[in-house]
Each structure stands twice: as C-alpha cells, then as structure tokens.
C-alpha cells in the first residue's frame, strides 16, 4: 500500500521538528496530552502516516509508524535492555530470519525477543525463558502491545531446571553469569547453530571464552560496537558532544558437532 492510513488501535510516533517524541495509540474519540499541547486523535484518524497535526498549543507533530528502534526506546522496561546499536548486528550474527527456531534467555522486558519475534516471521518460533515473575509478566505486557505473541512461547522458568527445546538454530544468552550454561547451550544448538551472549565486563568475557573453547564450537568472537551519532548540521557537521560509549561486549559462537556424533548432536 502506498499510502497506509492511520487507524483505530494503531500505535503512532508522533515526532516534532525539534526532536521531542511520543508514542501512542490511537483511539477514536480520545485525546493525547503532552507538554506541547494536546492531540485530537480525530484529527489522526483515516489520515495517512506522515500527516502533520496542530496541538492545542499550536505545535506541529508529526504521525509516523514506529520502528524497531522507537518500539524499544519507549517500551516499558524495568531490566537493562540490548541496544539496537548492538541488537541489529546480534540479528545478523545469529542469521535469524523467516522459519528460525530461537531461544532467548533471559527475556527481562523482552527487547530481544521482539526483535526475533518480528524476524522468525509466521513460520518460526521465539522460545523465550525468564525467571523472574514480574518480568515475565512486564514482557507479556509489552510483547503483546506490539502485537508479537503468536510468534513467541514465553516460559516462566529457569534455566537451570533445564530447556525444553531441542535443534534449534540459534541462542541468545542475556543473564549474569552465561558460562554456567554452555554445556546446555551446546546440547540444544543443532549442529551450524549459532550462538550469542552478551557481557558487561572484560573479566566476564574471559569466563566465557574459558567455557566455549572446551566445547565443540567454531567461529568464536568477540566484538564491541561504537556508534556516533553527528548532528544533522550541514554548515558545521560534527558529532554530538555525547555517546553511549560501553553498551556490552558479544561473544559469538557456532555449534560443530563431535567427531563421533554423526549428527546426532
Ligand atoms: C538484562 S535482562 C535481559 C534483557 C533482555 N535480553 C532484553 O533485551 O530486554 C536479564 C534477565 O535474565 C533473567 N535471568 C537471569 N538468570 C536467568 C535464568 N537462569 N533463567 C531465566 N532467566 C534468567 C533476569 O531475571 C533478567 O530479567
């Protein structure tokens, strides 16, 4: 469609010239209150995406359809969640695409396991473990706002009561302590699976390669991300003064299987 249409229940970014940014939704009748003034949503409604709107103070926003970045800069989150600096090459390391089997631990608000969601398409699957309640329940919450629950089987469980799951084509490990769980990860990885976990520190990422370098696994890596983004200027183009410097590191690896496994796992 070349136009797409705002509607009832649409969730909508509305953005300002000046960088100020509200996500919503859309219901008829009702309003939206922000310190640039209020929105009526009457004025949204049967529009298409990219319409400009008037507050009542005068302000112009703009509706657009929100992305993976928007989506996960505004969700609800009580846990540190995987920045998409960070997430998208995740993505791709990992080769998650439409008909991917994927376990995602721990979910925490459920950052990772949407982006997978909206990857693995109708025919794949997101396993996502978490242990705690209240994050289980927080990524439900968030994991169904954004419309992906079909695709995902979220478990409240812990993982050191084991995965259910077995040949599956790729791992994301988010938890404190990842190198407690190779030997797991390794069992339920098919062979050519990927894997991935992520570490604050340096010392952690020791541990982990320790682990990864006993089991049958290839390709191991270790990356770090920087992004810097520059102030859209054209007459005095230059970064912000600003970055998010550390985010994590991502340690990558792939499943091989043992010479005398013949396939078997
Ligand atoms: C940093 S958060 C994960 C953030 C998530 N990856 C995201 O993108 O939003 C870590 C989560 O792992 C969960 N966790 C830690 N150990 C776990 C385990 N053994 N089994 C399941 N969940 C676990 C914690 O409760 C917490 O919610």
């Given at each position: 469609m070349a136009h797409p249409l705002i509607e009832e229940g649409d969730r909508v970014f509305l953005v300002s010239d000046d960088g100020e940014e509200f996500l919503t939704v859309v219901r008829i009748g009702g309003k939206f209150g922000t310190h640039l003034g209020v929105v009526d949503f009457n004025d949204l409604i049967g529009k298409p995406y990219g319409t400009p709107v008037k507050t009542s103070k005068g302000k112009t926003l703009y509706a657009v359809d929100p992305g993976y970045v928007e989506d996960m800069f505004h969700m609800k989150r009580k846990t540190q969640v995987v920045y998409p600096k960070d997430s998208g090459f995740i993505l791709m390391k990992l080769n998650v695409h439409e008909g991917s089997r994927v376990v995602d631990v721990?979910?925490?608000?459920?950052a990772m396991s949407y982006l997978f969601a909206k990857a693995v398409g109708d025919s794949g699957k997101v396993y996502a473990y978490e242990r705690r309640e209240d994050f289980y329940k927080l990524a439900f919450e968030n994991l169904s706002e954004w419309g992906v629950m079909s695709k995902v089987e979220l478990k409240l469980k812990d993982i050191s009561y084991g995965i259910?799951?077995?040949?599956?084509?790729a791992f994301f490990l988010d938890v404190p302590y990842p190198w407690e769980y190779t030997d797991e990860v390794w069992k339920v990885l098919r062979g050519g699976g990927r894997f991935c976990t992520i570490v604050p520190t340096t010392n952690q990422v020791q541990e982990i390669l320790k682990k990864l370098q006993k089991l049958?696994?290839?390709?191991i890596e270790v990356w770090e991300s920087f992004f810097r983004e520059y102030?859209?200027?054209?007459?005095?183009l230059r970064p912000y003064d600003r970055m998010v410097a550390h985010t994590t590191y991502m340690i990558f690896a792939t499943k091989v299987l043992r010479g005398d496994c013949h396939g078997s796992g």
């Open positions: 721990g979910v925490g608000s459920g259910d799951e077995m040949n599956v084509d049958p696994f290839t390709m102030k859209p200027v054209p007459e005095r």
